[in-house]
Structure formats: C-alpha cells, structure tokens
Nanobody, 122 residues
Framework: QVQLVESGGGLVQAGGSLRLSCTAS????????MAWFRQAPGKEREFVAA???????YYADSMKGRFSISRDNAKNTVYLQMNSLEPEDMAVYYCATYVGSGKPSPLGVRYWGQGTQVTVSS
C-alpha cells in the first residue's frame, strides 16, 4: 500500500512563504514522477508543479517564479517551496505520483496524498 503524507500547510499572510513536504512510503520513489496539485472550494483540482525522476520540472504558468519543486530521494520526500503567496493560492494541496510525459493531469495520477490546507490571509 503506497502512502503519501503531506505536511507544512497552514495560515500565512499574503506575500509570505510556506514549504510543503510529502513523504512517500514506496521503494521505487527515486524512479517515480512526483507532482503537486491543489483544489480550492468549488473548483476543480488543478496542476501546480511536477518533478520527474530525472529532476526535470514542470510548473503551472501562474506559479512560475513563485513556486519551486524539489526532491530528496534519500528521504523519499518531495517539497514545494511557495513564495509571494496570494489569496488566490488558498487551497488544499495534494501530493501525487503520476505516470506519463509532460505536465501531468489528475487522470495520470497513480496515488494521492490526503492533502494539506494552505490558507492565505489578505
């Protein structure tokens, strides 16, 4: 059973920063593609950022320059550094493993984490 456990969410003021972490209980982590998605109330789940097994990265256009994804294979952990947060970034953020090439969609996700809430106050 693969488990993805996110942490690091919370309340932050607009313009502030948060770093999300996701630790995976999977032996193949180093060869897995990892991604972050988010879902705001009343909206569909959307892609945020992804990092391939070979460290190639993808970002949603609205996150470029503000968010940074990285991974530590020794710790089976993927990170999402979020800077210059805006009220529009408020959502539940989900970690995921995915298959396929290019920017992932929710359809390509193999496993989801339980999500961590990010709240941005204006």
């Amino acid at each position: 059973q693969v488990q993805l456990v996110e942490s690091g969410g919370g309340l932050v003021q607009a313009g502030g920063s948060l770093r999300l972490s996701c630790t995976a209980s999977v032996r193949t982590f180093a060869s897995d593609h990892m991604a972050w998605f988010r879902q705001a109330p009343g909206k569909e789940r959307e892609f945020v950022a992804a990092i391939r097994w070979d460290l190639g990265t993808y970002y949603a256009d609205s996150m470029k320059g503000r968010f940074s994804i990285s991974r530590d294979n020794a710790k089976n952990t993927v990170y999402l550094q979020m800077n210059s947060l805006e009220p529009e970034d408020m959502a539940v953020y989900y970690c995921a493993t995915y298959v396929g090439s290019g920017k992932p969609s929710p359809l390509g996700v193999r496993y989801w984490g339980q999500g961590t809430q990010v709240t941005v106050s204006s």
